[in-house]
C-alpha cells in the first residue's frame, strides 16, 4: 500500500499545536468555530492533521486572544484581512480604542471603589433630587441580555418616532430596568419615550401611563456610561441618602437620555441615572413607632398598579398598615384600573425582582 507524500508531510496536532504555541483543546476549538481548520482528519481515528503553512495563521489568532480579541471578533478580523490587509488593521485600530475606553472605565469605577472604602462620599456622582409628573408613554418591552441592550435601543427609538410621525416627543427617551440585564439574565428590559394625547397602541407599540414620582440622579458622561464605569454610577444613586430615606418604591431603576449615544464624545452629558423614590411617610403611630402612609398616599401608590390584580394591591396596602376597610376599597379600586388600562405589557413593574445593575428591589 503506498502512503500519499502529501499526508506525510502535514504535522500532527502535538507537533503543530508545540509550534504554534496553542494547546490541544485551543486547536480543537478553533476548528469547532471555523477560525482553523485542519488540512487533514482521519477518517477512522479523527486525529487532525495540520499544513506547515497553517502555523501563520495559527500564531496570528494566539496573538489576537492575547490582545483580548473574542473568537468572534477574531473571525472578523480574519474575514478582512482575506478581502485586504488595510481592512484587517482598520478593525484591529478600532479594537485599540475599545480596549482603552474600557481600561479608562475600569479606572473609573475602582476610583469609585476607593472613595467607598475610605467612606469618603461620592464626589464623582452629585446626587439630586426631581418631581417627575405622570407622563403618557410609548413602550416596548422585551427580554434580552446585555449584548443585545444598544440594538434594541436603536429599534425603539425607530418605532417611536415612526409613530409619532414628525410630532415632538413629550419627554426624554429612558430605558426602564425591571430586571437585570446582564451575559445571563434577561431582564425584562422597557423602553419607553413620553407622547401626546394622541399617539394610539400599535402592535409593536403599547402605551401606558408611568405614574407620577420622586426619584434621585445622577447625570453622567458618555465616558462615564460605557461598561463597567457605569456601575459606579448606579452604587452612588442607590447608596445615596436621598435613596436611603426613602426607599421601597415599587417602579425601577432607568437611564434617562439626554441625547442619541451614537453622536456623542466621551466628555458630553449623555444620561440620568434614576432611582425612583418611595413616598414620604406621614404619620407616626407613638404607641408602636411605626410609621404609616397617608390615605392619599396609598391612593397614588395602589393607581401604580396596570393590572386587574386586587390581590397584588391588597397584599401591597397591608404592607403598608392601612386599615382592612381603606385597603378592601384601594385595591378594589386599582382592580378597576387595571381592567380598564388593559395587561398588554408581559410583565409589570413590580414583584420580587431586583433592578439591574444595581441593588434596589422592586416591591
Known sequence: MTTDPARQQLLSTGEFGRQAGLTAKALR???ETGLLAP???DPFTGHRRYAAGQLRRARLIAMLRGADLSLADIGLLLADLAAGRDRAAARLDRHVVTLEARHSGRRLLIRHIHAVLREEGHPMFP??????PAQRVMSIQRRLRAPETDAFAAEARAAFARLLGGAAPAGPFSLIFHGIVDHESDGPLEAVLPCPAQVQPTELVGVRTEPA???????????QWDYPAILAAYDAVASSPQAAARH???L????????DPQALGPDDLICDIAFPLGYRPSIRNARSGRRRYAVAGQRRAAALYNRDSSSLALAHLRANGVRTRVRRRLAAAAAVRGARAGAWLDAAPFGPKAAAKGSEQVY
Open 213 to 223: 414620582h420622586d426619584e434621585a440622579f445622577t447625570t453622567i458622561t458618555k465616558a
Open 252 to 259: 425601577s431603576c432607568r437611564e434617562v437620555y439626554l441625547a
Open 39 to 41: 488540512a487533514d482528519v
Open 127 to 132: 446626587v439630586q433630587t426631581r418631581h417627575v
Open 29 to 31: 476549538i478553533y476548528d
Open 248 to 250: 421601597g418604591s415599587p
